[in-house]
């Protein structure tokens, strides 16, 4: 059974009988159902009977539901109401449009709209570069989805894809002050995706890919890459690359051993898979399979997609054409970016001693990181309820905080790697453990140490490239002539 979660998080509004015993009467019966409590808050008391609000954490709706039967079966105790607390954090949406600037008076409007705009646009128009330092361009980047490949969902559509979305529109303006917006489109037509962002572009400083599912996202972020002038992030792709390779720096710490002589087993080629190996190729891995539904890819196989064939010629050097867990069998570390369940206890024991499993299927694992953690002596996942949290929201709002910082227009491979160095530096050595490889998502210097070193990264390709970067500084103010 699956360990309570705050994802499903519930509060139980119950009226029970006035007594010293009643809370913790219904606190037994909540932990008996196995349910994990968080609050017990007494809203009323009256001379016959209690109002409480029990607040816990449960697996599931059909686990709410029982922990609703166990009180309800209490004599004298009554549940009134049940609420879930996720869906009442979306109510409504979770971002709103707020100014920055004050109007007080005719002549705060004067400037802020008609007629003092008209000679900003007029100013823009003569020279359109000043739009990334007089407009929200400067600070905002677009949040493109098309619901194709949503978290561990699949293809749920673009309303459905929202609430995603925002949610990562409210991280970037959490940990790194980027103002993000979600931009969910109705077409699944790649051309057509790639048309409305480029239509859309003079809006944004930059734009982040999300859930789109692959191939397509190679071919439309590749493509918008040639044709903007804005720097194009496919998160799944790099943001999970970039913190992949810096949790993996730490967990070899840990074990002692070496990135380019451990075997490692990637499950799952899509998006994150290919540039998981395309980043810790890059870095130095020679002994990496990688693993889809079918098994492992190979060189004796032929491919239709050119990023398979790329995995198939670059990786897997004795031809193993087994499967996933054939392939796990002395292997030194897996990485799942793939689906649930699609490995179990016996293939973590067959795995070579001191072995490394980051299960990062969302939001359930590839395998339950408490087995995982019999045999293992480094387990992560994606989740936010387990130790070693490989979370993408370590990287991506620093990351597009130094973009914007540095004004850059392109992303290379040495500011992915610049990034993921930043994270894995945020442990110290006297902290670093089989518990603690990576920082907390809330540690609130990496957002700035990624920017830092992103846009450190960006100057030096800016240098080499013999140009130089387009950003004003944080304090620039134009000034007309």
Same mark, same amino acid.
């Given at each position: 059974?699956?360990?309570?979660?705050?994802?499903?998080?519930? !509060?139980?509004?119950?009226?029970?009988?006035?007594?010293?015993?009643? !809370?913790?009467?219904?606190?037994?019966?909540?932990?008996?159902?196995?349910?994990?409590?968080?609050?017990?808050?007494?809203?009323?008391?009256?001379?016959? !009977?209690?109002?409480?609000?029990?607040?816990?954490?449960?697996?599931?709706?059909?686990?709410?539901?029982?922990?609703?039967?166990?009180?309800?079966?209490?004599?004298?105790?009554?549940?009134?109401?049940?609420?879930?607390?996720?869906?009442?954090?979306?109510?409504?949406?979770?971002?709103?449009?707020?100014?920055? %600037?004050?109007?007080?008076?005719?002549?705060?409007?004067?400037?802020?709209?008609?007629?003092?705009?008209?000679?900003?646009?007029?100013?823009?128009?003569?020279?359109?570069?000043?739009?990334?330092?007089?407009?929200?361009?400067?600070?905002?980047?677009?949040?493109?989805?098309?619901?194709?490949? %949503?978290?561990?969902?699949?293809?749920?559509?673009?309303?459905?894809?929202?609430?995603?979305?925002?949610?990562?529109?409210?991280?970037?303006?959490?940990?790194?002050?980027?103002?993000?917006?979600?931009?969910?489109?109705?077409?699944?037509?790649?051309?057509?995706?790639?048309?409305?962002?480029?239509?859309?572009?003079?809006?944004?400083?930059?734009?982040?890919?999300?859930?789109?599912?692959?191939?397509?996202?190679?071919?439309?972020?590749?493509?918008?890459?040639?044709?903007?002038?804005?720097?194009?992030?496919?998160?799944?792709?790099?943001?999970?690359?970039?913190?992949?390779?810096?949790?993996?720096?730490?967990?070899?710490?840990?074990?002692?051993?070496?990135?380019?002589?451990?075997?490692?087993?990637?499950?799952?080629?899509? /998006?994150?898979?290919?540039?998981?190996?395309?980043?810790?190729?890059?870095?130095?891995?020679?002994?990496?399979?990688?693993?889809?539904?079918?098994?492992?890819?190979?060189?004796?196989?032929?491919?239709?997609?050119?990023?398979?064939?790329?995995?198939?010629?670059?990786?897997?050097?004795?031809?193993?054409?087994?499967?996933?867990?054939?392939?796990?069998?002395?292997?030194?570390?897996?990485?799942?970016?793939?689906?649930?369940? %699609?490995?179990?206890?016996?293939?973590?024991?067959?795995?070579?001693?001191?072995?490394?499993?980051?299960?990062?299927?969302?939001?359930?694992?590839?395998?339950?990181?408490?087995?995982?953690?019999?045999? /293992?002596?480094?387990?992560?996942?994606?989740?936010?309820?387990?130790?070693?949290?490989?979370?993408?929201?370590?990287?991506?709002?620093?990351?597009?905080?130094?973009?914007?910082?540095?004004?850059?227009?392109?992303?290379?491979?040495?500011?992915?790697?610049?990034?993921?160095?930043?994270?894995?530096?945020?442990?110290?050595?006297?902290?670093?453990?089989?518990?603690?490889?990576?920082?907390?998502?809330?540690?609130?210097?990496?957002?700035?140490?990624?920017?830092?070193?992103? /846009?450190?990264?960006?100057?030096?390709?800016?240098?080499?490239?013999? !140009?130089?970067?387009?950003?004003?500084?944080?304090?620039?103010?134009?000034?007309?002539?």
């Amino acid at each position: 059974m699956a360990n309570p979660s705050p994802g499903n998080s519930i !509060t139980l509004r119950v009226e029970a009988p006035s007594s010293f015993s009643a !809370t913790s009467e219904l606190a037994a019966a909540v932990g008996a159902a196995g349910a994990a409590i968080t609050a017990l808050d007494v809203t009323e008391s009256h001379h016959e !009977t209690l109002v409480v609000d029990v607040t816990c954490n449960t697996t599931d709706d059909a686990h709410a539901a029982r922990v609703k039967d166990a009180l309800n079966a209490l004599e004298g105790v009554s549940v009134q109401h049940v609420s879930d607390r996720t869906f009442l954090m979306h109510l409504g949406g979770k971002l709103e449009v707020v100014p920055k %600037v004050a109007l007080r008076n005719r002549d705060d409007l004067s400037r802020a709209y008609t007629p003092g705009v008209a000679r900003v646009c007029m100013a823009i128009a003569e020279d359109p570069a000043l739009a990334r330092n007089l407009t929200v361009k400067r600070n905002t980047i677009a949040v493109l989805t098309d619901g194709s490949a %949503v978290l561990g969902l699949g293809n749920i559509g673009p309303a459905a894809a929202l609430p995603v979305m925002e949610g990562k529109a409210a991280l970037f303006k959490q940990f790194a002050n980027v103002d993000a917006w979600p931009v969910c489109l109705d077409t699944q037509d790649t051309e057509e995706i790639i048309m409305i962002a480029k239509a859309m572009a003079p809006v944004y400083g930059g734009i982040n890919l999300e859930d789109i599912a692959a191939p397509r996202c190679f071919e439309i972020e590749n493509r918008l890459r040639e044709e903007l002038d804005i720097p194009v992030f496919h998160d799944d792709q790099h943001g999970t690359a970039i913190v992949t390779l810096a949790a993996l720096v730490n967990a070899l710490r840990v074990v002692g051993k070496k990135l380019e002589e451990v075997r490692i087993v990637v499950s799952g080629v899509g /998006a994150a898979g290919s540039a998981i190996i395309q980043l810790l190729k890059a870095q130095g891995a020679q002994h990496i399979i990688a693993a889809g539904r079918s098994g492992a890819i190979h060189s004796g196989q032929e491919y239709t997609d050119e990023h398979r064939s790329w995995i198939a010629a670059n990786t897997n050097e004795e031809g193993f054409a087994g499967t996933l867990h054939e392939a796990l069998k002395g292997a030194d570390v897996f990485i799942g970016v793939s689906a649930p369940n %699609v490995i179990g206890e016996d293939q973590v024991a067959s795995m070579a001693t001191d072995s490394i499993v980051f299960a990062m299927a969302n939001p359930n694992p590839e395998i339950d990181p408490v087995v995982a953690a019999r045999h /293992a002596a480094v387990v992560a996942t994606g989740r936010s309820d387990f130790p070693n949290q490989i979370n993408n929201v370590l990287a991506f709002p620093g990351f597009f905080r130094g973009l914007l910082d540095a004004g850059a227009s392109d992303i290379t491979p040495e500011m992915l790697v610049a990034a993921a160095e930043a994270i894995a530096n945020r442990v110290a050595d006297d902290e670093l453990n089989a518990s603690y490889i990576i920082p907390s998502v809330f540690d609130p210097h990496v957002a700035a140490d990624v920017a830092t070193a992103v /846009a450190h990264a960006a100057g030096n390709a800016a240098s080499a490239a013999g !140009t130089q970067a387009a950003a004003p500084a944080a304090d620039a103010v134009y000034a007309a002539p």
